[in-house]
């Protein structure tokens, strides 16, 4: 994957849409959360015109507070999962992410720092001021191995006006498989974190 990758929110939409573009600009996916569904089901696709299918992303229950979603390509293989880590995940976000054909978690994402989260849902809600929340504090979320603890990937929150911007970096290896099983992993996150405040 050519990084850094970003990750744009429309903010002012009925149901969430997140464009995801590489360092040329190019648009890799594109997700329009459906809204109303009993149990969560995310389609990804190449691009807004959705005529392409990328992967689905599908909960493994209907009330997803420690829910798993497994990755699948269109024609059924399974890319990854990534799980919720219940009680974990009320104060500071805590996932764990499946690579493909993985039993145990291979990754971890967490929050680099849970107060700057905190303030920034806070200061989001103050109508005027959380107009220009996103040009002062900015969350960012670490995706570690599980095994040596070795930094991966880095998501961090980055200055915008009328949209959530996001941008991913690499800051470690990690193969073809773990990249994109991380890359749905970061998508899926935010749609989460995003209904967390």
Same mark, same amino acid.
Not at 14 to 29: E, F, H, N, R, S
């Given at each position: 994957?050519? %990084?850094?990758?970003?990750? +744009?929110?429309? /903010?002012?939409?009925?149901?969430?849409?997140?464009?995801? $573009? *590489?360092?040329?600009?190019?648009?890799?996916?594109?997700?329009?959360?459906?809204?109303?569904? &009993? =149990?969560?089901?995310?389609?990804?696709?190449? *691009?807004?015109?959705? #005529? #392409?299918?990328?992967?689905?992303?599908?909960?493994?229950?209907?009330?997803?507070?420690?829910?798993?979603?497994?990755?699948?390509?269109?024609?059924?293989?399974? /890319?990854?999962?990534?799980? +919720? +880590?219940?009680?974990?995940?009320?104060?500071?976000?805590? %996932?764990?992410?499946?690579?493909?054909?993985? #039993?145990?978690?291979?990754?971890?994402? #967490?929050?680099?720092?849970?107060? $700057?989260?905190? !303030? *920034?849902?806070?200061?989001?809600?103050?109508?005027?001021?959380?107009?220009?929340?996103?040009?002062? !504090?900015?969350?960012? %979320?670490?995706?570690? =191995?599980?095994?040596?603890?070795? /930094?991966?990937? +880095?998501? $961090?929150?980055?200055?915008? /006006?009328?949209?959530?911007?996001?941008?991913?970096?690499?800051?470690?290896?990690?193969?073809?498989?773990?990249?994109?099983?991380?890359?749905?992993? &970061? !998508?899926?996150?935010? !749609?989460?974190?995003?209904?967390?405040?």
């Amino acid at each position: 994957m050519n %990084y850094p990758i970003t990750f +744009r929110f429309k /903010l002012i939409a009925l149901a969430p849409q997140i464009y995801v $573009t *590489d360092a040329t600009g190019k648009t890799i996916c594109y997700v329009k959360q459906k809204l109303l569904r &009993f =149990r969560e089901k995310v389609e990804v696709f190449t *691009d807004d015109t959705m #005529q #392409q299918l990328v992967a689905t992303i599908e909960a493994d229950r209907i009330i997803d507070w420690s829910a798993r979603y497994t990755f699948k390509s269109p024609n059924g293989q399974v /890319l990854g999962a990534i799980g +919720r +880590r219940g009680m974990k995940s009320l104060w500071k976000a805590h %996932y764990d992410v499946f690579a493909p054909g993985a #039993q145990s978690p291979t990754f971890a994402i #967490q929050e680099e720092n849970a107060w $700057t989260k905190f !303030l *920034d849902g806070l200061v989001s809600g103050i109508p005027v001021i959380g107009m220009f929340a996103g040009y002062m !504090l900015h969350p960012s %979320y670490l995706a570690t =191995r599980v095994e040596g603890n070795a /930094l991966a990937l +880095r998501l $961090t929150k980055q200055p915008a /006006l009328f949209e959530g911007r996001f941008g991913l970096t690499q800051q470690g290896a990690a193969d073809e498989g773990e990249q994109l099983a991380l890359l749905l992993s &970061f !998508l899926m996150m935010n !749609l989460l974190e995003r209904t967390r405040g």
